[in-house]
């Protein structure tokens, strides 16, 4: 934490008219915070603590903190008295309808670093737009990997993760569509949790590479397919 930084978070404060929650306040005090929020994300913007602007939703109280790249939809922070404060997320509404995004605000931020560090950003990476996900295929990811804690709202309905021996798998399931992501550090972890997947709503049909070792693991599976 820097000097410059807290006095950031407390400028913000007397601006605003009261102490952001705990868990809010710690994590605008590192310099890096909007640096790790535009990083750990799909091109998202993070909106500055100089432009917080608090918003009334019928009896919600909500501190938006992050906007979709294309404006489709707004991350608040929703100001309920607890130190750990859920986030909400509109989704093409002009603020009109929120609904729960994470439990807590660190839920929130652990989810953004999870997606990059363990998959998006991984080496060895493939991806598909699927038909939905189905209760079949989730049961069976459990069974094959640990569940990571979702979060709702936007990219998709739901926003599933899964992983166990350095490979991970990240689901944004929607009403009529999943986008599935596989990623993993090197060709054989990445090679083994394909394996895993391949038949699970016939994902396997649709994956694509997005990375030279994830070409290379697709022709090898499907030639053994």
């Not at 989730?138 to 640990?146: A, P, Q, S």
Request: proline share 5%; hydrophobic share 35%.
């Amino acid at each position: 934490m820097s000097n410059a930084d807290f006095s950031e978070v407390e400028h913000a404060e007397r601006r605003l008219g009261f102490r952001l929650p705990p868990s809010v306040r710690e994590w605008y005090s590192n310099e890096n915070a909007i640096d790790i929020l535009a990083k750990y994300s799909n091109s998202d913007w993070p909106i500055p603590l100089r432009e917080f602007s608090l918003k009334e939703w019928g009896k919600y109280r909500l501190l938006p903190f992050k906007n979709e790249n294309q404006g489709v939809c707004v991350w608040a922070i929703t100001l309920d008295g607890s130190d750990d404060p859920p986030v909400s997320v509109d989704v093409d509404s002009r603020g009109t309808r929120w609904s729960l995004h994470a439990p807590t605000f660190s839920a929130h931020i652990y989810a953004c670093v999870w997606d990059y560090a363990s998959v998006l950003d991984q080496p060895a990476l493939v991806q598909s737009q699927n038909g939905p996900l189905s209760d079949g295929a989730l049961d069976h990811l459990r069974k094959c990997f640990t569940e990571q804690a979702p979060t709702y709202g936007w990219p998709g309905r739901i926003q599933y993760r899964f992983a166990g021996d350095d490979q991970a798998v990240l689901i944004w399931a929607g009403d009529g569509q999943a986008d599935w992501f596989v990623g993993a550090g090197d060709d054989r972890t990445l090679d083994s949790a394909v394996r895993k997947v391949w038949s699970l709503d016939d994902v396997g049909q649709s994956l694509y590479d997005c990375s030279a070792i994830g070409k290379a693991v697709l022709k090898s599976v499907r030639g053994g397919a």
